[in-house]
């Protein structure tokens, strides 16, 4: 943001966001054009594969995670994520409702929990 900001300073801090992804793409082809842009920018850069998988469980660490299931009395849904902000003690918590895989080239992938 403060490199687009450099650049042009007359543009609304409202547009930066919208023309985030254009600018992102140019700059990924400048980088790729002078050989440096890393593989994982350019797989960014394109986006994810349109599939998108689904699941019900997780292994992490060992321990299944189950998106929550309203027909048992015990469950191992819940999910505690350590902040990455200016604040690292702060723990955010929630209840595993969904599990999203999104790839990208490059055999590269990402899981999302949606959490409540």
Known sequence: ???????????????LNNDFINWFRAR???????????????????????LVHRYSIF??????????ELVRKTQNS????????????KEYYGVLEDIYKLRYVGNRKIHLFKCH
């Open 59 to 68: 292994m992490v660490s060992g321990f299944r995670l189950k998106k929550k």
């Open 1 to 15: 943001m403060r490199e687009i900001e450099i650049q042009d300073s007359t543009i609304p801090h409202g547009m």
């Open 28 to 50: 990924i082809f400048v980088l790729a054009s002078q050989g440096r842009a890393t593989d994982e920018l350019i797989s960014l850069d394109v986006g994810t594969v349109p």
């Open 78 to 89: 819940g999910v505690l994520v350590k902040g990455d902000d200016s604040d690292s003690n």
